[in-house]
Every structure is written in structure tokens, then in C-alpha cells.
């Protein structure tokens, strides 16, 4: 595929990983939210009550209503913590890289790596995409709504740098969709790592998206 | 985008549905079937009680037991007759038509015009994918890969005639990704219609596999 820069680097794999967290509290409150990610994705967020995660996590009943209040906190910690880490991580990554092409790819490596790496989180997330309501349920959806944002002007960078017209809506859900339904079908022992992965998606999705947007002619039936 | 057949039709977008259930019973049945994917729409299946599918249905408790014996029969009848569905027109639609991509075209455009005419199906089936087990599993899975078969088929074939090289897996299920996600997002009022959006998606997708498929050189960093 010609590239608009010169030559641009391979997107890196190293794991940038976000600072870990530094306090003991910090420790014990990510693994406690791992904990709450097995159960839920066990059970479900419905079927899930406040004593299996109590059980899960080897702390008592009391004090996990004491910490946390209830499941629907638990959820929003969970996603919160995701979606800050994913978000943060791509910031850093994006920093160094230019070309509108690589940006994308960097985009569909930094969600994969992590996804992959957390699938269990990958499928609450899905699932439990609209449970949370009032100040939680906001809060998460501004993140959300961030994160999509970072990927519509990934795209519209690109659009402009190539000259491309097709739906952005469109084209971004459905990249969403290529890489989230992986949690439904992903086998690490069948199937390739993030990094490859990565490439082939990024191949299909960028090659599309450039092909199908290239000529601003009217609709054919083809 | 040039195509193998000389002008190939556009893709029909007549609703050709399987012949509507005959009997009474058949009638009752689908109506408790939609019933009950409402509420497991509503609240999963973990969440969901005999009580509020009978509820829901206006059937009593005890009649749905009789009938039903349990929600996981009526998961399974529920996934069965919505894969059997789908498959039935697809394989009426796919007579017709001989051109490669074309054929992939009408496979986009079969499923999604059924799944956007049933949503909450989408969603029940994409989280309550792996509940079933024991023979209903089993049973549901072999349609389900049957269903998965075609697809793969007709990417082999498109493969074939265009002298393709990519991996059919990665390309099918990213496939499947981009139209089975479309549950988390798709608004009737902002969104295009079926047609359009399978036209759209079909067309990234095409593009994508046939152009990174196209050269089969050494894997490139871009």
C-alpha cells in the first residue's frame, strides 16, 4: 500500500504499558476489580450478587458493601479502569507517529493488545455496555465518547490526506466491530497474536476504507 | 469496482421471507418466542425467571413449564428458529445469483436485514452465545457452523476466481464483527437502512480483502 510518508516505521509491539499502580490500596483495589471481571463474565452482571464477589475476591460481605457500595459501583470501576488505561496508553503511542495510515494502525494494535490480553474485561464490557445509569453511566460514557472521538479524526485524518468521502459512522463501527467480536471467537492457541492480527485487520479495514472511498462518483449498483 | 460477471445485478432487496408459520400452534409459539427474547433482551438470561417469561407471554407458569419445561428450551428455540431462518432465505436468495461477490453481497445483505429487523435477537444471541448446553448446544452450534460454512465458502470461491491470498478465517469473522456489532449501535432514525448499510459495509469489506489479499508478496511492514 503507498504511504503518503516516507517509508513509515512498523508500528512498534513493545508493551507500553500504563504506570502500575503504587500504593498497596491501589494493588489490592486492581486486583479486586479482576476478581469482579471473572465473576461477571462467569455469571453475567444480572446473575452476579454482591456475596459472589465477595467470595471471589476473599474479602467479607461487609466490607465489600463498605468499599464499594454495590455491584453497579463495581461495574463502573471496572470500565472505568479499562477505558482510562486503553485511552492513555494510545496517547502515548500516538505521540511519535505521523503518518494518518500508521496513526490507525497504532489505534487497532493499542485496542487489541489490550483486549486481547484482558479478554475476560473485553466481554463484560460488551455485555454490560448499558447497565449503568446516572453519574456512573455518564461518567463512562464521556470516556467512551472520547475514545471514539480519537478514532473519528484518526480516520478524518486520513480522509483528508488521501482525498477519500465515505461514512465515517460507519466505517469506525465497523472497525469496532471487527475487533470487539474477537472476544466471541479468539483462541490464542489457533489463532495468531495482537500484533499480527492487528495487521490483518488493519490491512482489510484500511484497504477498504481507501478503495471504497476513492472515486466521489455517484452510488453504482456495484 | 470491476466484476468477473458482466453487469451484475444489484443486489435484490425484496424481502423474500420463509413461509409464515401455518398452524395456530406455529403462531402461538413464535409470538411466546418473541415474548421471551424481549425479556432476555431485557434482563439476560441469568437474570430471567420462568416467572417473567410466563409473565411476559400471558402464559401461566405452570403451561410454560408444560410446554417450555425450561428458559434454556426456550433459548435454544429461540436461537434455532433465527439461524434457521436466516440460513433458509439465504440459501433461497443465493440460487439466483453466480457472481462471487455478488454472492457475498447478498450474504451481508441477508443478514443484516433480518438482524435489523430483529435487534433484540441480535443481542440475545451475541450475549447468550454460550449458555446452551448438552444436545441443545450441540445442536445450535452445528447450525450455527453450517451458517459459518457458507460464508467461508463464498470467500473461498471469491478467492479462487480472483486469485486471492488471505486468511479466510481472519476475513470471515472480521465480517461477522462488522455486522453482528451493529446491535450496540444502530439507530433507525440516524442510520441507513439495511440495504444501504449492507451496500456500505459490503463495500469496505470487498475492497479490503480483495485489494490486501491481491499481491502475494512477503508480508510488508505496511
Known sequence: MASASPAPPRVSRRRRA???????????LAKILTHATDVFYEKGYE??????????????????????????KLLYLIQK???TTIVER?????????D?????????????????????????LSHEDDVLKNSFGT?????????????????????RAKGLEFSSRIAVLSLFGMMNWIYTWYHPRVDADAGEMAE???????????????APKKRSAN
Open 18 to 28: 500504563a504506570p502500575p499502580p503504587k500504593t498497596r490500596f491501589d494493588r489490592r
Open 200 to 214: 490483518q485487520m488493519a490491512n482489510i479495514f484500511l484497504q477498504g476504507v481507501c478503495a471504497s472511498g476513492k
Open 139 to 159: 461518567e463512562i460514557a464521556a470516556i467512551k465518547r472520547e475514545y471514539y472521538r480519537i478514532c473519528m479524526d484518526l480516520l478524518d485524518n486520513l480522509k
Open 47 to 72: 446473575g452476579a450478587s454482591m456475596r459472589d464477589l465477595s467470595r471471589a475476591s476473599g474479602m467479607s460481605l461487609a466490607g465489600m458493601y463498605y468499599y464499594f457500595e454495590s455491584k453497579e
Open 90 to 98: 494510545l496517547r502515548e503511542r500516538l505521540k511519535d507517529v505521523t
Open 100 to 124: 494518518p495510515e500508521q496513526r490507525i494502525r497504532v489505534f487497532i494494535l493499542n485496542h487489541l493488545e489490550y483486549f486481547l490480553a484482558n479478554q475476560k474485561a473485553m466481554k463484560v
Open 81 to 83: 479502569h479499562t477505558f
